[in-house]
């Protein structure tokens, strides 16, 4: 009986309330708010919320707060997402005053609004406080909550603008989960319209190294008064636009790297390579090949960078009637003793001692002598750098660790300060080999 009573009670409460929170007479009565939740009568038979209910999915935010920021109020999930990526679902984004579609929400130098001690209040740039840790991606709603796996749950992206259906609603290579993150307008494939998509811009993901890194809100991002589109960033003289190729409709293909001069590390900024390169008779050559023929002799000093020169061997002689290098027959531990010859190449085939076509190397190299007894090296110069032609004189000195007998003198050879090109062994009996 007792129980009876509290439910026809709890049952003339809500009649009452009802009786006062709208009349079909009443005209004023779509903006009454009698549950206190901040939404109208009309606004909640819109969101299909209850209008007696200041929580209808009884997540913890009020259905108001919900509708303001494009929640659904009748979905207890959505409370639980982090919508701008700063470490707080939506209901602690409640219950700190906070905006959940802004990671920082006072705008200042706290970048996200969980790290920041005063979320609310901007802090000024003169407060010594430790910056903010480094936090590991937030994790992604449930995998049934983002039809297109793009980071947006499908409730917030009609708020957005966006298909919940197509990761990428404008087809600027930015998904948009990426774009809500860094505030490009992900129905526009260019916020800025500085001629560079939002995804050549930005960085698409953490693997992704073909972007500029430009800002997609500014349209001149360095203020030279040079767009981003026609500027140079990594001043290899390639334009910043011209660092992709293009689909017939005008979609890039990522080509060369806009934020490094030379992306093949061949000593040849990727405009030489395009358009020349001045330090190598203009030669082009393949801005994404070291070696672009493939014929072992590297773009930067190659003298024809499209045409397989067979460029097989180097060898070091005396001179041109003496192929070995000059060296005394016999030496003491101890006792200090000059070998001397010069670097050489072929750029013609080599078939074997005497054959080809040898040219005294011009660039400046590296040349080291060793001595070779069973498997052990063991350095008997320091690197000396040849002069003209090739030329070296190397001191050379055998220390205690070598043993008496005969060993196999061994000349390596690398360009100076440059990575070789070239085979790095010469020895008195076979002549070249690689080692």
Not at 121 to 147: A, F, N, R
Not at 354 to 381: A, C, N, R, Y
Not at 421 to 427: G, L
Request: charged fraction near 30%; aromatic fraction near 10%; charge should be negative.
């Amino acid at each position: 009986m007792r129980r009876w009573a509290v439910l026809v009670s709890m049952f003339m409460i809500v009649s009452a309330a009802s009786a006062t929170a709208w009349g079909p007479n009443d005209p004023t009565d779509q903006k009454a708010d009698p549950d206190g939740d901040g939404l109208g009568n009309l606004d909640e038979f819109r969101a299909g919320s209850n209008p007696l209910n200041p929580d209808t999915d009884g997540g913890g935010v009020p259905d108001g707060w919900e509708v303001t920021y494009g929640l659904d109020p009748t979905n207890p999930d959505d409370d639980t997402y982090d919508m701008d990526g700063d470490y707080w679902d939506n209901h602690r984004e409640f219950l700190e005053g906070t905006n959940p579609l802004n990671p920082n929400t006072d705008g200042d130098r706290y970048p996200i609004d969980s790290t920041d001690p005063n979320p609310l209040i901007p802090d000024k740039d003169d407060i010594s406080i430790d910056p903010p840790p480094d936090l590991p991606t937030p994790v992604d709603p449930e995998p049934k909550l983002d039809s297109d796996k793009d980071g947006l749950p499908d409730v917030f992206e009609p708020f957005w603008g966006t298909d919940p259906f197509n990761p990428d609603s404008d087809g600027d290579h930015l998904g948009d989960g990426r774009e809500y993150a860094v505030r490009t307008d992900p129905n526009d494939k260019d916020t800025d319209d500085d001629g560079l998509w939002d995804g050549q811009e930005v960085a698409k993901n953490p693997y992704d190294w073909c972007f500029t890194g430009t800002d997609p809100h500014r349209a001149d991002t360095d203020g030279d008064g040079i767009g981003d589109y026609e500027d140079d960033l990594d001043r290899d003289g390639l334009a910043n636009h011209a660092e992709w190729k293009y689909l017939e409709n005008g979609s890039p293909i990522g080509w060369t790297n806009p934020r490094v001069a030379d992306t093949d590390g061949d000593s040849v900024t990727d405009g030489g390579e395009v358009y020349g390169n001045p330090s190598n008779a203009y030669q082009t050559s393949d801005p994404l090949l070291e070696d672009t023929d493939g014929d072992r002799l590297r773009d930067d000093i190659d003298p024809r960078t499209w045409v397989v020169d067979l460029l097989a061997w180097s060898r070091v002689s005396y001179n041109e009637t003496r192929l070995a290098p000059y060296a005394p027959i016999i030496v003491s531990k101890g006792v200090p003793f000059n070998l001397e010859g010069r670097v050489e190449y072929n750029m013609t085939p080599y078939t074997g001692p005497g054959t080809g076509t040898w040219t005294p190397i011009e660039k400046s190299m590296l040349v080291q002598v060793w001595l070779e007894q069973g498997d052990v090296f063991v350095p008997i110069s320091d690197p000396v750098v040849t002069g003209n032609g090739g030329n070296f004189k190397v001191s050379c000195t055998l220390g205690d660790d070598i043993r008496a007998g005969q060993a196999t003198l061994l000349i390596t050879t690398a360009i100076h300060e440059k990575l070789d090109y070239i085979p790095v062994v010469w020895d008195d009996v076979d002549g070249n080999r690689f080692p």
